[in-house]
């Protein structure tokens, strides 16, 4: 498939922060580059990036985390996501947020305009499916997730 430069109705859909519970077993990678000059592979769910447009995404992550450090440093991420039948790869450059005052959950924010998307399917296969997880407390996790996005909107 060709890439495009947007996301498309099912990739806008997984990441519009709505029904979050429904998503809760979906797990994506963010890969960024380290200090060492490896890839980098962070584990984010629907309740950390948030979709503000089809050309444009918020993430929020853990302070002080390795992937923290290394989108501060580079600016530069891909997500991937397998949804749908189809492995996604979103390149993403990416400028930080400012610290939101009184954060419930205080997470570094970040918005990323998306470069391209590239979506990667095989005509010999079907994927059926990519990282799923199983959340220990849904509920607790689901309700930190609505929170999250609401202050990643900020």
Not at 27 to 45: C, F, I, K, N, R
Not at 90 to 109: K, S
Request: aromatic fraction near 6%; charge should be negative; charged fraction near 25%.
């Amino acid at each position: 498939m060709p890439n495009q430069p947007n996301l498309n109705e099912e990739l806008f859909s997984l990441l519009d922060g709505r029904s979050l519970a429904d998503k809760a077993r979906l797990a994506m990678t963010l890969h960024t580059v380290g200090e060492d000059g490896y890839p980098h592979q962070a584990m984010v769910g629907a309740g950390e990036v948030l979709a503000e447009s089809r050309e444009r995404l918020r993430i929020a992550l853990w302070i002080g985390t390795g992937t923290t450090g290394n989108l501060l440093r580079t600016g530069k991420a891909l997500l991937a996501v397998v949804y749908g039948g189809v492995s996604y790869a979103i390149r993403l450059d990416c400028e930080p947020l400012p610290e939101l005052d009184g954060a419930r959950h205080p997470r570094a924010r970040f918005a990323a305009d998306i470069v391209d998307v590239r979506a990667d399917t095989a005509k010999y296969a079907e994927l059926t499916s990519g990282i799923t997880i199983v959340l220990h407390d849904a509920p607790a996790v689901v309700e930190r997730w609505i929170e999250t996005l609401e202050e990643l909107k900020q």
